[in-house]
């Protein structure tokens, strides 16, 4: 788990390491900024994904027979946004 961790962070580096050349300079900023510019809208897609997954949760403990959802990681939260 911390080697994944790790590896993810050391891309992450590098990939800000491809500042340093004219070239690629450009796409690394572009990217930046538009990663910093969707956080809003990461926010709301979130709490539209919470919204949905919450009311299927409901509807999973009103069923006596069957899942209509099955429990991934067995954490509320995660499990109501991954459903």
């Known amino acids: 788990m911390v080697a994944s961790i790790t590896i993810c962070i050391l891309w992450a580096k590098s990939y800000d390491w491809l500042r340093l050349f004219d070239e690629p300079a450009f796409f690394v900023r ?7 510019d969707i956080k809003d809208f990461t926010i709301l897609f979130l709490v ?5 997954g919450s009311s299927t949760y409901m509807l999973q403990y ?3 027979k069957g899942d209509l959802v099955e429990s ?9 946004v991954i459903n």
Request: glycine letters at 0%; a negative charge; charged letters at 10%.
């Open 62 to 64: 009103n069923l006596e």
């Open 72 to 80: 991934v990681t067995n954490v509320f939260m995660i499990d109501l």
């Open 30 to 36: 572009l990217l930046s900024r538009t990663l910093y």
């Open 48 to 52: 539209a994904l919470a919204m949905f």
